[in-house]
């Protein structure tokens, strides 16, 4: 894998747990979906609320190019890349809380 995959997934992780730790009803798991093995991995991450799953985003792990997502009532706009969803994210559940 390379660095900048390395460190883009560091992040996804941090602004993951940050939230996380905002809400303690949330919790998060990341999967695989797709990987040709020399430059192109998606992931998605599914995002739960009480066991009952509230958000999915599906993104390149290369170029944090978002491909699609879902959130509750956060607005979506394509495209976008995963820092920013992820900051919408958290955005919207320090003003809903």
Do not use: C
């Not at 940050?18 to 797709?34: A, G, H």
């Not at 879902?70 to 820092?83: C, D, F, G, N």
């Amino acid at each position: 894998m390379g660095e900048i995959a390395e460190e883009t997934r560091n992040m996804v992780r941090g602004l993951l747990t940050k939230l996380s730790d905002m809400r303690t009803d949330l919790t998060w798991r990341i999967n695989n979906t797709y990987s040709n093995g020399i430059d192109n991995t998606v992931l998605e991450i599914l995002i739960f609320e009480n066991h009952e799953q509230t958000g999915r985003i599906a993104f390149q792990l290369e170029d944090g190019h978002v491909i699609n997502y879902r959130y509750k009532e956060v607005k979506k706009q394509l495209p976008a890349q995963i820092m920013d969803v992820l900051l919408d994210v958290i955005s919207f559940e320090m003003t809903v809380t």
